[in-house]
């Protein structure tokens, strides 16, 4: 079955950067792209970014592009999602979402990221 | 880019049905046929229940329907039941600059 992992959650300080990765599995990873979503305490969903599995292709918000890097590594299905220059507003729990054809069929469980001096 | 605009809250009582807006402007919901709703409970993922205006994937009741006029899309359930109470996103493609966008969310509370 489809399912997608999220690595642990994170607590970085102000001005640092968050990894947080997305291992696939039970299909074939570079089908579809990836989606990364994310959830302020309290708050609606925000559209973050988008990478295409198969070449790599690139979307972001506009309010993020300078501090979102997405990858995929095809070798492990996994993709990634690093945010840098963190601030308190970026506390959030962050989920990656398959993708087709812009819905998202598949959803990770979510990555709690806490930004805290 | 804006979030699509929703309803902060709807209600119903069970057996009833109860619709719940998303307006958007003609550069997304009107403009394209890639709207979805997501179905999210507290603490949860969320979980895709409606996509491409009006089709439901499987394993989703027939009680949720979905549809669009202009620039506002619309998710309906019907005969309402208490596990329908949740959050629920509405989402469109919004072209190559913006790409997707979100609606602010509506908590259907079951009365």
């Known amino acids: 079955q489809v399912q997608l992992v999220q690595s642990g959650a994170e607590v970085k300080k102000p001005g640092a950067s968050v990894k947080v990765s997305c291992r696939a599995s039970?299909?074939?990873?570079?089908?579809?792209?990836i989606s990364w979503v994310r959830q302020a305490p309290g708050q609606g969903l925000e559209w973050m970014g988008w990478?295409?599995?198969?070449?790599?292709?690139?979307k972001s918000a506009q309010n993020l592009q300078d501090r979102l890097t997405m990858t995929a590594d095809t070798s492990t299905s996994t993709a990634f999602m690093e945010l840098k220059s963190l601030g308190s507003d970026d506390t959030a729990v962050y989920y990656c979402?398959?993708?087709?054809?812009?819905?998202?069929?598949?959803w990770g469980q979510g990555t709690l990221v806490t930004v805290s001096s | 880019q804006s979030a699509l605009t929703q309803p902060p809250s709807a209600s119903g009582s069970p057996g009833q049905s109860v619709t719940i807006s998303c307006t958007g402007t003609?550069?997304?919901?009107?403009?394209?046929?890639?709207v979805s709703w997501y179905q999210q409970y507290p603490g949860k993922a969320p979980k895709l229940i409606i996509y491409?205006?009006?089709k439901r994937p499987s394993g989703v009741p027939d009680r949720f329907s979905g549809s669009k006029s202009g620039n506002t899309a619309s998710l309906t359930v019907s005969g309402l039941q208490a596990e329908d109470e949740a959050d629920y996103y509405c989402?469109?493609?919004?072209?190559?600059?913006?790409?997707?966008?979100f609606g602010g969310g509506t908590k259907l509370t079951v009365l």
């Open positions: 039970g299909y074939s990873f570079t089908s579809f792209g």
């Open positions: 989402s469109s493609y919004a072209g190559s600059t913006n790409f997707k966008v």
């Open positions: 979402a398959r993708d087709v054809e812009n819905y998202n069929d598949y």
């Open positions: 990478i295409s599995t198969y070449n790599t292709k690139r």
């Open positions: 003609s550069s997304d919901v009107g403009g394209y046929k890639y």
């Open positions: 491409e205006v009006t």
